[in-house]
């Protein structure tokens, strides 16, 4: 029976292994690193009301993690969080339970009051979860975008892009090479 929860306390120190070996089995060791890397600085300096971590539990084994962080749009007072890194491990993928870990994500963020989500990845498989392609005029991200077709966004309200001003994310993302 699976389980989805956003208690993530418990697990945050075998999270950064999770994407490691997620993301080392679909892109490479180098990435696997940095994504691993990259988790563990968002649970560890990101500020609590900052993070959103949702979990996917198979019994008493982890099975999936999506990360939620905030991006501050100073000139907006809408409440915006970025969607990144998602992973499901690589012996439970295609099962829906990628698609599952979002959905319950995304509904609990919209019980939070955040108003927009954004990801930056695979237009397929992330629109499959209603994220549409946006440009960097509607939400301007916080790097320059190396992959701009990968910009999506989804509204939790009924709230309208475009979202004012530039962006400022979580320490852990402020890296070029991530965007």
Wanted: negative net charge; hydrophobic residues 35%; contains cysteine.
């Amino acid at each position: 029976m699976l389980n989805l929860t956003a208690e993530y306390q418990a697990w945050s120190d075998e999270l950064p292994a999770l994407f490691r070996d997620v993301f080392t089995a679909s892109e490479g060791e180098a990435e696997g690193l940095a994504v691993s890397s990259l988790s563990s600085d968002l649970l560890n300096s990101t500020p609590k009301d900052d993070l959103v971590a949702v979990l996917a539990l198979d019994d008493r084994s982890l099975c999936g993690c999506i990360l939620f962080s905030r991006l501050h749009y100073d000139q907006d007072p809408r409440q915006v969080f970025l969607m990144s890194p998602v992973a499901v491990r690589t012996d439970r993928q295609k099962m829906g339970i990628g698609q599952k870990l979002i959905s319950f994500g995304l509904g609990h963020l919209r019980k939070k009051g955040v108003d927009f989500v954004v990801t930056y990845g695979d237009p397929a498989y992330y629109g499959k979860s209603g994220f549409q392609p946006i440009t960097e005029t509607d939400a301007q991200p916080p790097m320059t975008l190396s992959m701009p077709h990968g910009w999506l966004g989804q509204s939790l309200t009924q709230s309208n892009m475009p979202i004012k001003g530039p962006s400022r994310c979580a320490s852990a993302f402020n890296k070029p090479e991530l965007w």
